[in-house]
């Protein structure tokens, strides 16, 4: 399925039948990183049945649904994960999967049915501070996924006091590699402990702001930077600006099965073994409510298709990922 056309089955899903076209799935409940800034490791969960995902998928397919996107809280350490993707290819869905990229290296020959693959790149020289390991071990496997999936590959950097002085770097690496990179800062979630967000939140204001306009001159320059330079502007004066569309574009469904709000909210409202139909019939407008009343986040996925949803002229022009 060409570019295009999944771009005008995009627009008919979300503006004229006013679906989402996204499904977003936790595909897994364990993780081969304990990263001190994330929670989803912490509890694990059951996870849905392989029978169960199938169904599912065949539900989205019905429901008009595009793009599966697998993620936290590591895919690779599911088994079954080729024959997620390609079932769902046969269903004529554009795959996504989120990986930290550890195990990359030695499952990238099974994931012949993956059309875009993301990367959490957190820092070089700094990577084992944030995620417990050297960069080499992953390196290899970027590098492969890079020669494997050509320009399909994100390096995605969450912004941290960690790296905040390796962001150029980053850039330069992605560049170098043949990848694209995107940027966002931390989201500090409640359930994390204060003193992780003393040692890693990004608290130097100054600091922050002249990486990532550093980032902006960067992006100008044409550097593989997908991130448009809307948000990046956002992100720099750490204010939401956009109105946020995040249910008409997509739809989370948790590793047990249960349908969320957001990954802000994370409120469960209903399980997906009920149907899809009838899940966005007696909860949709509910979660529309609830985005349109929301302070706002920066979550570059949310934020950046939100704004494409609404037509930004420069997010359209710059923004590269799905």
């Not at 364990?30 to 001190?36: A, G, H, P």
């Not at 249960?258 to 009920?274: F, G, K, N, S």
């Not at 407008?285 to 349109?292: H, T």
């Amino acid at each position: 399925m060409s570019n295009f056309n999944t771009a005008v089955r995009a627009l008919w899903q979300m503006r004229i039948r006013k679906r989402p076209f996204v499904l977003s799935h936790g595909i897994n409940s364990t993780c081969n990183m304990q990263c001190s800034f994330c929670d989803y490791w912490r509890e694990e969960k059951q996870e849905m049945t392989v029978e169960e995902i199938f169904s599912m998928l065949d539900d989205a397919k019905d429901f008009g649904i595009g793009v599966y996107n697998a993620w936290t809280v590591e895919p690779l350490m599911r088994s079954e994960l080729p024959e997620i993707l390609e079932y769902a290819h046969s269903l004529e869905l554009k795959t996504s999967l989120v990986t930290n990229g550890l195990l990359l290296k030695k499952r990238i020959s099974e994931l012949t049915d993956l059309d875009y693959l993301s990367v959490s790149v957190d820092g070089i020289e700094t990577y084992r501070d944030s995620r417990g390991v050297d960069f080499s071990r992953i390196l290899p496997g970027i590098e492969e996924a890079v020669s494997t999936f050509e320009k399909h590959v994100l390096l995605n950097c969450v912004i941290s006091n960690r790296n905040i002085h390796e962001l150029r770097d980053l850039v330069l690496l992605a560049d170098d590699l043949g990848a694209m990179i995107s940027f966002e800062p931390m989201y500090e979630f409640s359930s994390i402990e204060d003193n992780v967000w003393d040692k890693i939140g990004v608290r130097d204001k100054n600091q922050h702001r002249m990486a990532v306009d550093d980032l902006i001159h960067m992006k100008e320059a044409g550097y593989p930077i997908i991130n448009s330079k809307t948000y990046l502007q956002m992100v720099r004066d750490m204010r939401p600006k956009w109105k946020c569309h995040a249910p008409n574009i997509l739809i989370g469904v948790s590793q047990e099965g249960m349908v969320y709000t957001c990954r802000v909210h994370r409120e469960p409202l209903a399980d997906i073994r009920d149907g899809l139909e009838n899940v966005w019939k007696q909860w949709g407008k509910q979660m529309q409510e609830k985005a349109s009343s929301c302070e706002g986040c920066l979550f570059f996925g949310y934020a950046e298709n939100s704004m494409m949803y609404r037509f930004n002229p420069e997010v359209i022009r710059h923004y590269e990922w799905m």
